[in-house]
């Protein structure tokens, strides 16, 4: 990629397609019993990812749920200073979904890690969320799920940039690709598909 390209236009092919490159090395080292999308930029790629991994594992009953989470985007009640400072949630998992992160291994689906505040909040309140469970389970018990309870992470794009929060030490992290610090245009953004992909073919002939 021409560091001269500021814009990079990606297409639903470069994306199924990275995230079929991707697949055998998250189910050989992480195996995920559920998927967490984080939308909107992490619904497709979760939807993708869902139907590798099932032929991958040959694990049929693979799962999608979705949380919502804007950092850039402005939503109703939301200030002009928490835009790009404030990870705010929109959507979270209710209480059936929440007792599913238990003892499982669940990979967190997004499209890009920008500043990495978004994931690191998805990550962390998840992370909450099953210690909220564990309180239900007997004392005895809570220990071994807590262990076998996993967290790992998919996106992508990845930018090659100083990140503004981290990930716990030891969380798995897999991207499609790695790229760097460039305004990347998705093909869901974008009204005018044909036109999309003909700028996605000249950048990628710059």
Same mark, same amino acid.
């Given at each position: 990629m021409a560091d001269s390209i500021k814009y990079w236009h990606v297409t639903y092919n470069d994306i199924h397609n990275? /995230?079929? #490159? !991707?697949?055998?090395? /998250? !189910? !050989?080292?992480f195996n995920p019993d559920l998927l967490i999308a984080i939308g909107g930029g992490g619904f497709f790629p979760a939807r993708?990812?869902?139907t590798f991994l099932r032929e991958e594992t040959? +694990? #049929?009953?693979?799962? /999608?749920? !979705? /949380?919502g989470?804007?950092?850039?985007e402005p939503v109703d009640g939301s200030t002009a200073e928490q835009l790009g400072n404030e990870v705010i949630r929109t959507q979270w998992l209710g209480a059936e979904a929440r007792k599913m992160l238990v003892g499982k291994h669940n990979l967190i689906v997004d499209e890009v890690d920008d500043t990495r505040k978004t994931l690191h909040y998805a990550l962390s309140e998840l992370q909450k969320d099953v210690e909220t469970e564990l309180l239900e389970y007997p004392e005895s018990e809570r220990e071994a799920l807590r262990a076998k309870t996993q967290f790992a992470i998919f996106v992508v794009h +990845?930018?090659?940039?100083p990140k503004l929060a981290e990930l716990p030490s030891g969380t798995q992290y897999f991207s499609g690709e790695d790229v760097e610090d460039v305004w990347l245009n998705y093909p869901w953004e974008a009204t005018d598909i044909e036109g999309h992909d003909r700028r996605a073919s000249g950048d990628k002939n710059n």
């Open positions: 990275l /995230i079929r #490159k !991707a697949t055998p090395k /998250i !189910a !050989a080292e993708v990812m869902r040959g +694990n #049929k009953t693979l799962q /999608i749920q !979705a /949380i989470l804007s950092l850039y +990845n930018k090659l940039k």
